[in-house]
Nanobody, 116 residues
Framework: QVQLAESGGGLVQPGGSLRLSCAASGTIFRLDAMDWYRQAPGKQRELVAT???????NYADSVKGRFTISRDNAKNTMYLQMNSLKPEDTGVYYCRSHLGPSVSWWGQGTQVTVSS
């Protein structure tokens, strides 16, 4: 079983930056693709960014050019650098990790609030 723990959320002003981390622990055989999702109040959870084990990345159009996803396989940790934050980036950010096509784990989430 794999446990994922997000950290780094908080309150930031518009235009500011935050760096989220997602640390995996437990019995880790291998972590394949890893994702960041977010869920704003009253909205569905949405995919923000994905990174493969080899480091290939994809982003939602709403965050392209502002967010950067990365990972350190040796540390079983994934990151999300968020710059030029906007109020619409507010939400709970979740990480997800996959093992093959049918197994995945979720973290508990970390709150990000962008407000002046």
């Amino acid at each position: 079983q794999v446990q994922l723990a997000e950290s780094g959320g908080g309150l930031v002003q518009p235009g500011g930056s935050l760096r989220l981390s997602c640390a995996a622990s437990g019995t880790i055989f291998r972590l394949d693709a890893m994702d960041w999702y977010r869920q704003a109040p009253g909205k569905q959870r949405e995919l923000v960014a994905t990174i493969t084990r080899a480091g290939s990345t994809n982003y939602a159009d709403s965050v392209k050019g502002r967010f950067t996803i990365s990972r350190d396989n040796a540390k079983n940790t994934m990151y999300l650098q968020m710059n030029s934050l906007k109020p619409e980036d507010t939400g709970v950010y979740y990480c997800r990790s996959h093992l093959g096509p049918s197994v995945s784990w979720w973290g508990q989430g970390t709150q990000v609030t962008v407000s002046s």
